[in-house]
């Protein structure tokens, strides 16, 4: 069994599996946990985010993307924890 998130993108007015290379600035997109299909929650209780930079590699060779939450501007970082190649 394997222990990567599940990205879902929102497409089409439906949420979509997806993988982490395919978020690009202006996606909306949650992850979501394999074995217990809870959604991620992050600060403040956010469960949906935009991503707002193009998936780089950071300096501790993770995957990750600048977002903010979908309601309001607060910038922040989310790394990929599906195990995926950036």
């Not at 978020?23 to 997109?29: R, T």
């Not at 985010?49 to 501007?73: A, E, H, L, M, Q």
Request: charge should be negative.
């Amino acid at each position: 069994m394997s222990d990567k998130m599940v990205v879902e993108i929102f497409k089409d007015e439906e949420w979509v599996e997806s993988n982490f290379q395919s978020l690009v600035i202006g996606s909306k997109f949650r992850i979501r946990d394999p074995h217990t299909k809870e959604i991620f929650v992050g600060d403040n209780n956010h469960t949906e985010f935009i991503v707002t930079s193009k998936p780089y590699v950071n300096k501790d060779g993770i995957g990750t993307v600048d977002i903010r939450p979908t309601w309001k501007y607060a910038g922040a970082k989310i790394c990929n924890k599906t195990n995926e190649e950036v």
